[in-house]
């Protein structure tokens, strides 16, 4: 009950303070709809960040709609803005599935990640502590690039999401708050906080959609860190009942390396009892690991969460 209250009190504070009830229209191109954007979202648990909410056309306080939330939401909808000249193109697929009446009703919150604080953020924080004290260490002394420094902080950064963001968007903006309702979305290591986020809160999110899930964690190939994570989601899966997972993953590039691992993943879902109905994992031959080749096949993840037959279930 402490805890509840205590969340509850930062949820005001953020509320009332006055600098999340404006937000700016974000100075980006989007073919369709809007985007708000709130920079610097503040959070208890993690470094503050950019949150951008993109609303379709058409978006009234009338209606209810569903979220889907997409870590690093800066590559989602600008190229011109990005690093690499790339995005998702998640304005045009969502709006294009909406006017086909496709996928019921929806918004998607775009989480900017903190560029060297990314992998931290991403990588699965209980696994990570299940690995043997050399492999952790192995890990942590390779600083390179955006791989971890002190460790994962996954589990601080899903309490945002969840305790933060999430009664944030819900507050203020017409949603279906339930968890049929709620779902996430990443590539990468945004796929592997995907599936974390489900088995961590199952009762929050309905659905994952997990794009060329990086199941080595790290720039190498090596069994151990995929290895710890099936053992966790043996012991975490959600119920097939009530949630759906999407895998998939290319065959070029990174994607390469994941093929083993996503059968292993495979065939544990088949012994949780995942069926065809619950769950997917593609192969796009020839694809390779960027926005470009994810904004190709992002409308399937997305039907299969979203789609108006499931959202009656």
């Known amino acids: 009950m402490k805890k509840i209250y205590y969340v509850s009190f930062w949820f005001c504070v953020m509320t009332f303070c006055g600098w999340a ?3 700016s229209i974000a100075p980006i191109k989007v073919a369709f709809g809007k985007v708000e954007r709130y920079e610097n979202f503040p959070s208890q648990w993690v470094q503050a960040r950019t949150v951008d909410v993109w609303l379709p056309e058409g978006y009234t306080p009338q209606k209810r709609y569903a979220v889907l939330y997409m870590h690093d939401g800066q590559m989602l909808f600008d190229s011109t803005s990005t690093w690499n000249g790339q995005e998702w193109g998640i ?3 969502m709006q294009g599935l909406i006017h086909e009446q496709a996928i019921q009703a929806c918004i998607v919150v775009g989480i900017w990640n903190t560029g060297t604080g990314r992998h931290a953020d991403y ?3 209980k696994p990570f502590y299940q690995l043997s004290q050399a492999q952790q260490a192995y890990i942590l002394g390779l600083n390179k690039g955006n791989l971890l420094v002190k460790g994962p902080v996954s589990d601080a950064y899903l309490k945002f999401v969840v305790k933060e963001l999430k009664p944030f968007i819900d507050t203020h903006y017409a949603t279906r708050p339930h968890r049929k309702h709620t779902f996430m979305a990443g590539s990468s290591m945004g796929g592997l906080i995907s599936l974390y986020g489900i088995c961590e809160y199952p009762q929050i999110f309905g659905g994952v959609a997990c794009l060329s899930t990086h199941w080595p964690g790290i720039f190498e190939q090596q069994d151990y860190i995929p290895n710890v994570l099936l053992t966790y989601l043996q012991q975490h899966l959600p ?4 949630h759906r997972l999407y895998f998939d993953y290319g065959t070029a590039t990174l994607d390469a390396l994941y093929e083993k691992h996503q059968q ?3 065939s544990l879902l088949k012994l949780q009892g995942y069926t065809t109905h619950h769950w997917q994992t593609l192969v796009f031959s020839g694809a390779d690991h960027s ?3 994810w904004s190709k096949r992002i409308a ?3 039907v299969f969460l ?3 037959k499931v959202g009656k279930e």
């Open 306 to 308: 979203l789609g108006k």
């Open 239 to 242: 119920s097939p009942r009530s």
């Open 264 to 266: 292993k993943a495979d």
């Open 21 to 23: 009830q404006k937000p």
């Open 291 to 293: 926005e470009k080749a």
């Open 300 to 302: 399937t993840p997305i």
């Open 123 to 125: 990588f699965p924080q």
């Open 91 to 93: 304005d045009e697929t």
